[in-house]
């Protein structure tokens, strides 16, 4: 990959162009039905992505930016205020408000930027923004994905001969 940064950048955009695909064509019963219970719907992950981009990846990326030679330690399950009710379309445009800020500040980096580095206190060692654009590029496929996944279970039972071929999907098949 010649240009990591611009690879990045375009998951990220693309991330946001898939969710609203996916808010503007499926019915709000589907985005929030839970695959199995205590499994994410799609509508969970939009969620997660949205907490993720403002709470974590957002912060850390500031704080890598603002040269801290240390980031701030992240516990998920500490007591935080709860999310607002939202509708699904609040909580995309408040996602895409927030994708676009980060868009706009990884449109101001050059490839030098990404061996800015800052201590990892949870893991012991040195991170780089190149990491963090690389987890976060990651981590925005795997939750839009997953939401993907949850979403093909209204589909995956009426394939008839062809169930098999979703196996690896199918969570059914998990049970």
């Known amino acids: 990959m010649d240009d990591k940064l611009e690879l990045t950048r375009s998951v990220l955009e693309t991330t946001a162009l898939r969710w609203v695909n996916l808010v503007e064509t499926f019915p709000e019963e589907l985005l929030i039905s839970q695959p199995l219970p205590g499994e994410w719907s799609a509508a969970d ?4 992505l949205l907490i993720v981009e403002r709470d974590l990846l957002g912060v850390r990326l500031q704080h890598l930016l603002e040269g801290r030679t240390e980031l701030v330690p992240y516990e998920p399950n500490a007591p935080r205020e709860p999310e607002p009710e939202r509708s699904l ?3 995309l445009d ?3 408000a927030l994708r676009r800020k980060t868009e706009g500040v990884l449109e101001g980096l050059s490839s030098d930027d990404l061996n800015r580095s800052s201590f990892h206190p949870e893991y012991g ?3 780089t923004l190149g990491n963090l ?10 939750h839009t994905v997953q939401a993907e996944e949850a979403l093909m279970q209204a589909f ?3 394939t008839s001969v ?5 196996v690896a ?7």
């Not at 062809?162 to 979703?166: D, T």
């Not at 999907?169 to 049970?175: N, T």
């Open 125 to 127: 060692v040195e991170v």
């Open 133 to 142: 654009l690389d987890l976060w590029a990651a981590h925005d496929l795997q």
């Open 45 to 48: 992950c939009l969620e997660h």
């Open 156 to 158: 995956i039972p009426g």
């Open 89 to 91: 379309r609040e909580r």
């Open 94 to 96: 408040t996602f895409l």
């Open 169 to 175: 999907h199918d969570v059914e098949a998990k049970i």
């Open 162 to 166: 062809w169930r098999s071929e979703f």
